[in-house]
């Protein structure tokens, strides 16, 4: 029977997901619960993690480790944000750790591992907390960029032995929501759940986005007059809406520089629609598929030694 060597918790704002590792950094076990940090009420914390995995802290003597907003300010307790440039080494060595009250056996602790911080030429401060761990349990190439998609996108910008250099987070899926659904953009459109990209429409925003990128506030409200003039029926303006975010996105990033490929990294269908948005500015881009938390985690445990 392989024996388990860690238990390492991917703790985000919605969802607690927990795995269980061998030796060799492999799955053995996953658990999951609707318990992020948004819905675990202050001082219980230690009570959320037991309800989930109460019976692996019983039965297996080893580490915990864990990444994410649950050392955010908002979580169980706010671990450092580290300077960029920053190394996996550096982080394995600035982990916070926390008890777990009412643990079986003797005293047990969740290593909770740092945020990383940037600046750009004018001095605005950026931040990331929980994609730090993806990132370098990707094995993405030196000198290389990385998008990671979501509610707030991350561009990075990776150094010659795999450190992270600077990023650049853009708030394009949290806009994308609020215009939609709180915003009178939202008015003149309808949603058809499962529906396919509509690439046309799609491509349509991208451009648009790319040549009005530096005035986003005045471009966007093309997504109203495009329904108000009867260019696109309702169903189609939701990806129209989505190709003029993506393109100002990417036309932004591309001032850091020009770039001819670019890794993915996160959720599929996401991947994929920036795929077809960065294909526009002649980018290339590659789909990281493989559960780079779980492996980032194991890594930066290893060089902790709390593997060992």
């Known amino acids: 029977m392989t024996t388990p060597a860690l238990i390492a918790l991917d703790w985000g704002t919605s969802n607690l997901r927990a795995t269980l590792l061998d030796a060799h950094g492999h799955a053995l076990e996953h658990l999951s619960a609707p318990g ?14 037991l309800a989930l995995c109460g019976p692996w802290l019983a039965e297996h003597a080893v580490a915990v480790i864990a990444s994410g907003m649950v050392g955010s300010r908002q979580g169980w307790k706010e671990a450092p944000y580290l300077p960029c440039p920053a190394k996996l080494h550096e982080a394995a ?11 079986p056996g003797s005293t047990r602790h969740v290593h909770i591992v740092p945020g990383l911080r940037c600046e750009d030429a004018r001095g605005q401060a950026d931040v990331m907390r929980g994609e730090e761990t993806q990132l370098w349990g990707a094995g993405l190439p030196p ?3 990385c998008v990671l998609p979501g509610t707030h996108s991350k561009w990075v910008w990776l150094g010659g032995s795999g450190d992270v250099t600077s ?3 853009y708030m394009t899926g ?14 003149l459109m309808t949603f058809v759940q499962g529906a396919a990209l509509d690439r046309d429409a799609f491509d349509a925003g991208v451009a648009l986005g790319r040549q009005g990128h530096a005035d986003w506030a005045h471009t966007i409200f093309a997504a109203r007059t495009a329904g108000l003039m009867g ?47 960065l294909s526009q500015f002649a980018i290339q881009s590659q789909l990281i598929t493989q559960e780079a938390t779980t492996r980032g985690q194991w890594m930066l445990a290893q060089a902790a030694g709390l593997c060992d």
């Open 167 to 169: 990023f650049k987070t």
């Open 93 to 103: 060595h600035a982990l916070v750790r926390v008890e777990i009250e009412g643990a």
């Open 36 to 49: 992020g940090v948004m819905k675990v009420a202050p001082g219980q914390f230690s009570a959320s993690l």
């Open 174 to 187: 949290e806009l994308f929501g609020l215009l939609t659904q709180h915003g009178i953009l939202g008015r």
């Open 231 to 277: 260019r696109y029926e309702a169903h189609r303006l939701p990806d129209f809406l989505s190709g003029i975010l993506m393109g100002s996105e990417i036309a932004s990033a591309l001032a850091q520089g020009s770039l001819r490929s670019v890794s993915l990294l996160g959720d599929a269908p996401l991947c994929e629609r920036y795929a077809a948005a």
């Open 143 to 145: 000198e290389s960029v």
